[in-house]
């Protein structure tokens, strides 16, 4: 019963101890190849522009534009999709995923209110101010940091840990609102 136990706690602990090397990969990944290009001009004229025009949104005109979004992922028609996929920083950030060799999988950036601004590829909602990649970095405020936990992604069939992030106006320091990127954990180790 004790070599039993004894085995399990080793094994919780070995499992922590790759999560922990995973997390310190996954921000350095960050630090030394998404830093210099998240606050690219364009990348943060868009989120300005979208804090801008969605300024008078209430919490229930939010909240239809991601059921709106939800109910587009399978529909024929797709404007509120298609405004975020089909832009200038939409396009920049599949570019960079393109050329990370298969780290990167997902890119995408938030408003200050945690609506999608553009993003890399399809996300299965529109408003991620319920989560902690939008609450745990633009809601803590500039220098915010969140790293998700290593989780299987569907629609990559990849295991992914998503790394969040405040972004912030360079010319006030204040948070203008937060990007994502979804690295490949295999590709870290």
């Not at 606050?39 to 209430?58: K, V």
């Not at 790293?147 to 010319?171: C, H, K, M, N, R």
């Amino acid at each position: 019963m004790k070599s039993a136990v004894l085995v399990l706690l080793l094994s919780c602990f070995a499992q922590s101890a790759h999560a922990i090397e995973i997390r310190g990969a996954a921000r350095t990944y960050l630090e030394t190849q998404v830093r210099s290009w998240a606050s690219d001009p364009m990348l943060i004229a868009a989120i300005q522009a979208q804090n801008t025009a969605h300024a008078a949104l209430t919490e229930g005109q939010i909240l239809s534009l991601d059921s709106a979004w939800r109910a587009e992922i399978s529909a024929a028609s797709r404007p509120t999709i298609e405004a975020v996929l089909d832009n200038p920083a939409a396009e920049q950030l599949r570019a960079h995923v393109a050329a990370s060799d298969g780290t990167l999988i997902e890119a995408f950036i938030m408003d200050n209110r945690g609506l999608n601004v553009a993003t890399a590829a399809l996300t299965s909602d529109y408003w991620q101010g319920d989560e902690d990649k939008f609450s745990a970095t633009y809601g803590v405020g500039p220098g915010a940091l969140h790293i998700g936990d290593v989780e299987f992604d569907e629609s990559s069939q990849l295991y992914e840990v998503q790394v969040s992030f405040t972004l912030v106006d360079p010319a006030s320091g204040a948070a203008i609102g937060a990007m994502t990127v979804g690295l490949n954990a295999e590709a870290l180790e």
